[in-house]
Nanobody
Framework: VQLQASGGGLVQAGDSLNLSCAVS????????MGWFRQAPGKEREFVAR????????DYADSVKGRFTISRDNAKNTVYLQMNSLKPEDTAAYYC??????????????????WGQGTQVTVSS
């Protein structure tokens, strides 16, 4: 199983980035998807999650209205469109997959699969 995240980079405050996570080795349509992030010296935190069909989504309060999670089941890919980026969004961003939508807001140790991180750095 592979979850390959990409699209991170160094941007200025107010800019946008679109992260992608390409998934292989599982039946993508059977998994709910999520994005998490971890800033230096902090615990990894929930950012967004998306249900199987892409019609149900949930966001952390800190990103609500600025970030949008979406999926393309034909391409086995989940995206995170990040607008109006702030310096406090600086972190390594991780995608995750789980068979249960609720688990993506539950204990992270119980989430089925994780990808490697992609670094997002927002300068002021």
């Amino acid at each position: 199983v592979q979850l390959q995240a990409s699209g991170g980079g160094l941007v200025q405050a107010g800019d946008s980035l679109n992260l992608s996570c390409a998934v292989s080795g599982i039946t993508f349509g059977n998994y709910c998807m999520g994005w998490f992030r971890q800033a230096p010296g902090k615990e990894r935190e929930f950012v967004a999650r998306l249900g199987l069909s892409g019609s149900v989504a949930d966001y952390a309060d800190s990103v609500k209205g600025r970030f949008t999670i979406s999926r393309d089941n034909a391409k086995n890919t989940v995206y995170l469109q990040m607008n109006s980026l702030k310096p406090e969004d600086t972190a390594a961003y991780y995608c995750a997959a789980d068979r249960f939508y609720s688990q993506l807001r539950g204990a992270q140790t119980r989430i089925d699969y994780w990808g490697q991180g992609t670094q997002v750095t927002v300068s002021s």
